[in-house]
């Protein structure tokens, strides 16, 4: 089967600092990778999301980085902020017919003033 | 404005009294999905539709269905609710299969 293992369970970093959060993945046959956000008491969050065939994506205040020789992918949030304290999923769909979305087992970030 | 909408955002039921979870969407997509989600713990898929193609997961019990009577709507049926049960239940939504996921709020459900 697939699965999407975290690094850290728990992060925290300093407010304007930037985060760097990890997942490492063992599935080669992944169509496309995503981060999701998922505040106390809410539903996940679309981040962002990045292709197999790309190594780096970058959004507003995010960057996801994809290194498929290691399976290993990562989210960069700059300058974090107190309202990006949250569970970060990262997550996979795999190719083929069933195209299931994994989730890893998540990690919790907190911003420290 | 909220593209999946789950109600009611909390749920308190008794043990072994049948409780119905609601989700619907204004994004017109295919497939709908529900997923319960334990504390400190990444969403189990319990089951999706793709339109009106119902698929269960393997390991999801048969104490939970599911019933999607339109493209907006979907249910969650919990037969005879245990104290393990309790668990915030998310509705996804993607476009089609393999598609990005959009979730709800959640349900916290409570069991008394």
């Known amino acids: 089967g697939e699965s999407v293992g975290l690094h850290l369970p728990t992060l925290s970093v300093q407010e304007g600092d930037n985060s760097i959060i990890n997942c490492a993945y063992s599935n080669s046959a992944s169509d496309y990778f995503i981060w999701y956000k998922q505040e106390s008491g809410k539903g996940p969050q679309f981040i962002i999301d990045i292709r197999s065939n790309m190594d780096k994506r970058q959004g507003q205040r995010v960057t996801v980085l994809l290194n498929k020789t290691v399976k290993h992918l990562s989210l960069q949030i700059a300058a974090t902020q107190p309202g990006d304290s949250a569970v970060y999923f990262c997550?996979?769909?795999?190719?083929?017919?069933?195209?299931?979305?994994?989730f890893g087992s998540g990690t919790q970030l907190t911003v420290l003033p | 404005d909220a593209m999946v909408i789950q109600n009611p955002r909390y749920q308190v039921t008794q043990f072994g009294k049948p409780v119905t979870l609601s989700c619907s969407q204004t994004l017109n997509h295919n497939v709908m999905y529900w997923y319960q989600q334990k504390s400190s713990q990444a969403p189990k898929l319990l089951f999706h539709?793709?339109?009106?193609?119902?698929?269960n997961e393997a390991d999801t019990p048969d104490n939970f269905q599911s019933r999607r009577p339109n493209t907006s709507f979907c249910f969650l049926d919990i037969r005879s609710p245990g104290l393990g049960d309790a668990a915030m239940y998310l509705c996804?939504?993607?476009?089609?299969?393999?598609?990005?996921?959009?979730f709800g709020a959640g349900t916290r459900l409570s069991v008394l």
């Open positions: 996804a939504t993607s476009r089609d299969r393999g598609d990005i996921q959009y």
């Open positions: 539709y793709y339109d009106k193609d119902f698929n």
């Open positions: 997550a996979l769909i795999s190719s083929g017919s069933a195209r299931q979305l994994t």
